[in-house]
């Protein structure tokens, strides 16, 4: 759930995911503290704390106040009818993305196997990098592997992970699959393979460069 919602926040700014997260965290452990809410969902503590207060003003969660100054933190049944209802629609949105993903990705593959490339590498390590290698299958290309600086050296599911295209030997081309920092992954590919060989799935709103401007005599 942390990995995802962190995800989620910072490429739409929706507060659902973390308030699903805050509702979870406090059906687990009743005398969690905000520190440790903040902790698991990745953001600020005084953020953590104010989407606290919002789901006790909501009618969320009840507080009550334990030994040494603690406090303990309980769903309410609106708690839950609330958080089933976010879990649904977390679920529906992340199946939704899942599809959207694997039909972009597949369009991709398609098109490099069109063109005659094999070989091809991915820029960015992740859930859409799984969802690529699921789609890589059933297309006639070869996936060499990652290019991911904070994973140099690794593997991810089994496939090699190098800090730059250089350290994974020939490549025919590359699919931009960085959800956090998609436009710097494609300019880095386009820096060594050249804009015409770098794929993107359409909804990651890449910015391509636009040509130059003729220059007048």
């Known amino acids: 759930m942390t990995g995802t919602t962190r995800a989620l926040r910072d490429r739409d700014g929706d507060s659902d995911e973390i308030v699903l997260a805050v509702l979870d965290a406090v059906e687990r452990d009743h005398q969690i503290t905000q520190r440790t809410v903040a902790q698991e969902l990745g ?20 507080v009550q106040q334990v030994p040494r100054r603690r406090y303990a933190y309980y769903l309410t049944p609106h708690g839950f009818t609330e958080k089933s209802r976010l879990m649904a629609q977390y679920l529906s949105h992340s199946f939704a993305f899942f599809r959207r993903a ?15 490339w094999r070989r091809v590498a991915l820029f960015g390590a992740g859930d859409l990098a799984e969802i690529a290698m699921l789609c890589a299958r ?42 956090t920092a ?22 990651l709103r890449i910015r391509r460069v636009a040509s130059a401007a003729p220059v007048s005599a």
């Open 102 to 116: 694997r039909t972009h990705c597949g369009e991709q593959f398609a098109a490099a196997h069109q063109r005659g």
């Open 43 to 62: 953001i600020a503590l005084g953020l953590a704390n104010a989407y606290l207060k919002r789901c006790v003003r909501k009618g969320l969660i009840k």
């Open 182 to 203: 998609p436009q710097a992954a494609f300019d880095a590919a386009v820096a060594t393979l050249g804009a015409e060989r770098v794929l993107v799935p359409e909804f």
């Open 138 to 179: 059933q297309h006639d290309v070869e996936l060499v592997g990652i290019v991911d600086a904070g994973q140099d050296g690794a593997q991810f599911l089994g496939v090699p992970v190098a800090a730059t295209l250089a350290g994974l030997g020939p490549v025919d081309a590359a699919l931009v699959v960085d959800l």
